[in-house]
C-alpha cells in the first residue's frame, strides 16, 4: 500500500517546500501558477515570456522561503516576488522602454467617459494596451496597492515620475473607454 503525502495546509506546504519535498512544491506551484501568471500577465504582454517571468518567480520564492517569518499573508509575500520579477525583467529588457511620450498616445484628454457599461475583463484588456510606463505604474498602484514611493523604489525612478505615469495611464485609459463608447454608439446607433 503507498502512501500518498497530502499537505492540507499552508503550514504544511511551507514546511514540505522548506525540506524540498517535490509533491509540495507541486503543490504550491499548482495552487498560484494561474493567479501568478494573471499578474506577469498585466506587466508582460507576451504569454511566453509571462510564463518564462512566473517561472523565475516561483524560483526565487523557493530559495527565498527561508526567508519568510510568517509574519503577514504568505500569499502576500509570494506576489511580492512575482511583483519585482515582472519589473525585473521590464528594467532588464531593452524592448520595453518605461518612459512614454504622452503626446504620441493623448490627443484629446476632455472626451467625456463612462463606466458603467464597461465590464471588468474589458476594462483590463484597455489596461493591457497601455504603453509599458503607463501599464506598470497603474498596475503597481492601482491594483497592487503600492505607494508612489514604493514604485519609485522598484522602478528606479522619482516620486513625481510615478504620479505623472499614473496620471498619464488614468488619462489615456479614460480617452480609451471614450473612445470605445462612441464606437458601441454609432454601432447600435
Known amino acids: 500500500m503507498l502512501f500518498k503525502k497530502t499537505f492540507t495546509t499552508e503550514s504544511d506546504i511551507i514546511k514540505g517546500c522548506l525540506r524540498g519535498e517535490r509533491k509540495a512544491q507541486q503543490h504550491l506551484y499548482e495552487s498560484y501558477s494561474k493567479k501568478f501568471l494573471a499578474i506577469c500577465m498585466r506587466y508582460v504582454k507576451d504569454r511566453d515570456l509571462a510564463e518564462d517571468v512566473m517561472i523565475e518567480g516561483f524560483m526565487k520564492i523557493f530559495e527565498k522561503m527561508p526567508q519568510f517569518e510568517g509574519k503577514g499573508s504568505f500569499e502576500g509575500w509570494m506576489k511580492r516576488i512575482i511583483v519585482t520579477q515582472s519589473l525585473l525583467t521590464l528594467r532588464n529588457n531593452r524592448n520595453l522602454s518605461m518612459e512614454v511620450n504622452m503626446e504620441s498616445h493623448l490627443e484629446n484628454m476632455n472626451s467625456a467617459y463612462e463606466l458603467n457599461h464597461l465590464e471588468a475583463a474589458e476594462l483590463m484588456d484597455l489596461v493591457h494596451e497601455l504603453p509599458v510606463g503607463y501599464r506598470t505604474v497603474f498596475n503597481l498602484y492601482a491594483i497592487e496597492g503600492y505607494s508612489h514611493a514604493e514604485i519609485a523604489d522598484l522602478l528606479g525612478?522619482?516620486?513625481?515620475?510615478?504620479?505623472?505615469?499614473?496620471?498619464?495611464?488614468?488619462?489615456?485609459?479614460?480617452q480609451k473607454i471614450a473612445d470605445q463608447q462612441i464606437k458601441e454608439r454609432r454601432i447600435n446607433g
Open 157 to 174: 525612478i522619482t516620486e513625481s515620475t510615478s504620479k505623472s505615469q499614473l496620471n498619464r495611464a488614468r488619462n489615456t485609459l479614460k
